[in-house]
């Protein structure tokens, strides 16, 4: 098993007034460093499937703005899809209870919650885990496919350098498999759609 997720996201104190949420996107960007701050999707392979999801639904929102950076989460589709307008306790100051509801994606124990297997796939550890694991639909293939491609560009940069200073057949022959095993995942994103 590995960690779900190599760092817990930071939003800064911007207490910037905007007439919109959607206006936050650039400094939540910075902030999830391009990533959904639910699933840990990277953006680079979905570029124009990444939204801002309130984590308390402007449907329960008494006293926090609806531009309230602090309340905002940079999210893949899939996730803001997903989550929608669940919110089991429906009190804003609740977050979960009896093991039901979210967890901040930018507190450090909402890493605690999951895990990833070896090929991509995230695993639930905690009952609360459990249950934002089955609102927010992390069993979709896309989340493993999309972990690979990530994993295998990195690989193919690797490579790449080692290719600049060293000409050798094996790993000009193991950059190919990598090429092939990249195409392959990405045919399987176009596939799966979201």
Not at 50 to 70: A, C, G, M, R
Not at 162 to 182: I, M, N, P
Request: aromatic share 14%; net charge positive.
């Amino acid at each position: 098993m590995n960690a779900f997720r190599s760092f817990t996201p930071k939003r800064r104190k911007i207490t910037t007034s905007v007439k919109h949420h959607g206006d936050h996107r650039a400094d939540l960007k910075l902030d999830y460093k391009d990533r959904c701050g639910w699933c840990n999707d990277i953006d680079t392979w979905r570029v124009t499937w990444f939204e801002i999801d309130h984590f308390v639904p402007q449907k329960y929102l008494k006293k926090i703005s609806h531009t309230d950076y602090s309340n905002l989460v940079y999210a893949c589709r899939s996730c803001n899809n997903a989550k929608r307008f669940k919110w089991p306790t429906k009190d804003e100051a609740i977050h979960n209870i009896n093991d039901v509801g979210f967890i901040d994606p930018c507190d450090d124990s909402y890493n605690d919650q999951f895990s990833r297997h070896h090929d991509g796939r995230i695993s639930y550890k905690t009952r609360l885990g459990g249950w934002i694991y089955k609102s927010l639909k992390f069993y979709k293939p896309q989340h493993e496919i999309i972990w690979n491609i990530e994993l295998l560009d990195n690989y193919i940069n690797e490579i790449e350098e080692l290719l600049k200073v060293a000409s050798d057949t094996v790993l000009a022959d193991r950059l190919t498999v990598c090429y092939k095993e990249f195409r392959k995942y990405v045919k399987e994103l176009n596939k799966v759609g979201t």
